[in-house]
C-alpha cells in the first residue's frame, strides 16, 4: 500500500512519520488510561481481576503474565507479551511501534521500553510529526532495574541487562550487557549454571 493512502494511526503502526492527535490515536490513548487506572487501583491479591484486565490492556498475553502495579504504556495494544512474563514495581512502555517479548522474561522496577522518536531539528520536531521503531526482547531475558530501552532496540535470548544500563544499540543472546550505552562485558556459559549469584554456589539440588 502506498504510504500516502495510510491514515496516522497506521503510519504509527509502519513507523512512519505521524501526528499524534490525528485518526483515533488520542482516543486510543485516554482508553488505554482508564484501563491502566482501574488495574493500578485493584485491591492487591485479587489476581484473576488483574489477570482479565491486563489481559484486555496488551495486545497479547501469555500465560502467567504478570506486571506489578502501577504500570503505564501509551496504546496497550501493540505490546506482546510471551509467558512466564514479570515486570515489577513503575515499568513504562512507550508502544508507538510494536514491542514484543518472549517467555520467561523479568523486568526489574522502573523498567522504561520506548518506541518512540521525535526529529533532531527543533522546527521539524515543533511540526508535530514523530515516529516510532519497534522493540523485540527474546526468551529468558533479565533486565535490570532502571534499565532503558531506546528504539529499534533487538535483545537476544537469555540475555542479562545490568541495572540501569541504556541499551541504545541491538544485544546478542547469551551475554551480560551494562553501562550506558549498554555493551556486552561476557558470555553466560554452562559453567554459570550453578551459582545463584557471582562467586556464590547453590547448596541445594533442585535448580
Same mark, same amino acid.
Given at each position: 500500500?502506498?504510504?500516502? &493512502? ?11 512519520? @505521524?501526528?499524534?492527535?490525528?485518526? +483515533?490515536?488520542?482516543?486510543?490513548? #485516554? ?24 489481559? /484486555?490492556?496488551?495486545?497479547?498475553? +501469555? ?11 501509551? @496504546? !496497550? ?31 526489574? =522496577? &522502573?523498567?522504561? $521500553?520506548?518506541?518512540?522518536?521525535? =526529529?533532531?531539528? =527543533?522546527?521539524?520536531? &515543533?511540526?508535530?510529526?514523530?515516529? !516510532?521503531? =519497534? #522493540? ?6 533479565? $533486565? ?10 533487538? $535483545? +537476544? ?21 551494562? +553501562? &550506558?550505552?549498554?555493551?556486552? $562485558? /561476557? ?16 547448596? #541445594?539440588?533442585?535448580?
Amino acid at each position: 500500500m502506498n504510504s500516502e &493512502n495510510l491514515n496516522h494511526k497506521e503510519r504509527m503502526i509502519a513507523g512512519l512519520p @505521524y501526528k499524534a492527535w490525528l485518526s +483515533g490515536l488520542e482516543e486510543d490513548r #485516554v482508553a488505554v488510561k482508564k484501563l491502566i487506572y482501574r488495574y493500578n487501583q485493584i485491591m492487591p491479591g485479587e489476581w484473576d481481576d488483574m489477570d482479565a484486565l491486563l489481559r /484486555r490492556i496488551l495486545g497479547k498475553a +501469555g500465560k502467567d503474565a504478570y506486571i506489578e502495579p502501577p504500570f503505564h504504556c501509551d @496504546y !496497550g495494544y501493540n505490546i506482546e507479551v510471551g509467558d512466564t512474563f514479570y515486570a515489577n514495581y513503575n515499568l513504562v512502555i512507550l508502544d508507538v511501534c510494536k514491542v514484543r517479548i518472549g517467555d520467561n522474561a523479568m523486568l526489574g =522496577p &522502573n523498567v522504561a $521500553i520506548y518506541t518512540a522518536g521525535h =526529529p533532531i531539528h =527543533p522546527k521539524t520536531r &515543533n511540526s508535530g510529526y514523530e515516529y !516510532g521503531e =519497534p #522493540v523485540t526482547i527474546g526468551n529468558n531475558v533479565w $533486565i535490570g532495574g532502571n534499565a532503558c530501552i531506546m528504539p529499534g532496540v533487538t $535483545i +537476544g535470548d537469555n540475555a542479562v541487562i545490568g541495572a540501569g544500563s541504556v541499551v541504545t544499540h541491538d544485544i546478542p543472546a547469551n551475554v551480560v550487557a551494562v +553501562g &550506558n550505552p549498554c555493551r556486552p $562485558i /561476557r558470555e553466560i556459559t554452562e559453567a554459570d549454571r550453578d551459582f545463584y549469584a557471582r562467586g556464590k554456589r547453590f547448596d #541445594v539440588d533442585d535448580y
